[in-house]
């Protein structure tokens, strides 16, 4: 956005100085003449000097004019773009990390009962009302909800630097 708002205005300044240009400038021109009239004769030295002052307002200032509005009103669309593009990233992380804190909260939420579970299973297989088979399901279980978490949580986190990125903010 930085850049495409330095173009729209680096663009208006040159719309600016060909607008404040109304007529071409005035040429000063200096020229040196030798001269040999005949073979043999001394060489004559003359100083030509020629001024060139435009009167009107030519097409060329008009042509230029136009080719600056042009590129001004190109870069005011690339400039309003580059801030749609923004705000829709912005928008699009935002509603990424309310979803990762969502479903951080949901595997928070299962980890939680699976060490609930997986701890009544334990105590019911030392007393032998469980067997092998059903502990080591729940072992699993738990494993697994705590893999879910900790993957949740480094999402979170991912979801926030893309957030930052997205506002700007680099890492």
Sequence with gaps: MVAARARRHAAEARLAVARAEQRDPVEVGVGMVR????AGAPTGTSVK???R?????????????AAAQAEVDTAQAEADAAERA????????GAGLDAARQVEALAAERERSAREIQALIARSFQLGESDLPTRLRAETERFEAELAHARARLETRRATARLNQAHGVLP
Excluded: C, K, M, Q
Excluded at 35 to 38: F, G, K, L, T, Y
């Design 49 to 51: 000097l020629s001024v």
């Design 53 to 65: 002052v435009p009167l009107g307002e030519g097409p060329r200032n008009a042509a230029r004019i």
């Design 35 to 38: 001269e040999r009239p005949v």
């Design 86 to 93: 923004a705000r829709a990233a912005i928008e699009a992380a």
